[in-house]
């Protein structure tokens, strides 16, 4: 079975710090895993995705993750956060004959000026 | 081009009552899966069609729910007796052809509201 967690529900940063959001992955597959953002009141949009290819996985505005298969993690980081990054995360893997993707709890980015 | 579309953006009912939500895919995409999403709580996968068939079902909570793809394209998410605790956002993705990993596409989602 997959499953993922990510380990903080609420992270807090100030505004041009640097980013991090944790989550580690359960798999009994060689696993795809994604980045998902979701904007208050907005559908949500991919940030980024692994599947077996690079293991530093690079998305969009900024945004970078890296696998690690000896720590079972796909951490989320960005150099320096913006305003517009304030948003809910969800870590998310993939079951690989369906594609059904299996969401975290999320994880809410607050950004302070 | 067009994303996913969901209808209704939100949907008030009363318990016991019947309610219908449609999901428009990204034409061409034939994959497309149903999702519920309760307050404070990551997506969870409720049934997923390829094409015109639900190839996986699983995570349908109860025989209340049902969905269809009568044509390959709109699908619609159908509860029967709501109940409050139906009450979430439904969220519609579509896939392309690249397979189980390539990009699911989100609609807006329908929040379901029963009272």
């Known amino acids: 079975a997959q499953s993922v967690t990510q380990l903080d529900s609420h992270v807090s940063v100030s505004e041009g710090t640097p980013v991090l959001l944790r989550c580690n992955y359960s798999s009994s597959y060689s696993p795809s895993l994604f980045w998902y953002v979701q904007h208050p009141n907005k559908g949500l949009q991919l940030l980024l995705k692994y599947t077996s ?3 530093l996985v690079k998305g969009i ?5 890296e696998f690690k298969k000896s720590e079972t993690s796909f951490h989320l980081t960005k150099p320096s956060a913006h305003m517009s ?29 | 081009g067009a994303g996913v579309s969901q209808t209704p953006s939100n949907k008030v009912t009363e318990k016991g009552k019947y309610v219908e939500l449609r999901c428009d895919p990204i034409s061409g995409h034939t994959a497309l899966y149903w999702y519920r999403q ?21 995570g349908l909570p109860n025989d209340r729910f049902f969905a269809v793809r009568p044509e390959g ?13 139906d009450s979430a956002v439904y969220l519609c993705a579509s896939r392309g052809k690249g397979g189980s990993t390539d990009t699911q596409y989100f609609g807006p989602g329908t929040r379901l509201t029963v009272l």
């Open chain 2, 38 to 58: 309760s307050l404070g709580q990551g997506p969870e996968f409720l049934i997923y069609f390829q094409g015109t068939g639900a190839a996986d079902d699983s």
């Open chain 1, 61 to 65: 505005n900024g945004f970078e993750a």
């Open chain 2, 73 to 85: 394209s709109v699908s619609t998410l159908k509860i029967q007796r709501t109940e409050r605790g």
């Open chain 1, 53 to 55: 290819a690079a293991t």
């Open chain 1, 85 to 113: 990054d304030a948003a809910e995360y969800f870590c998310v893997v993939t079951r690989p004959n369906t594609g059904k993707l299996i969401f975290g709890q999320g994880t809410t980015l607050q950004v302070k000026p």
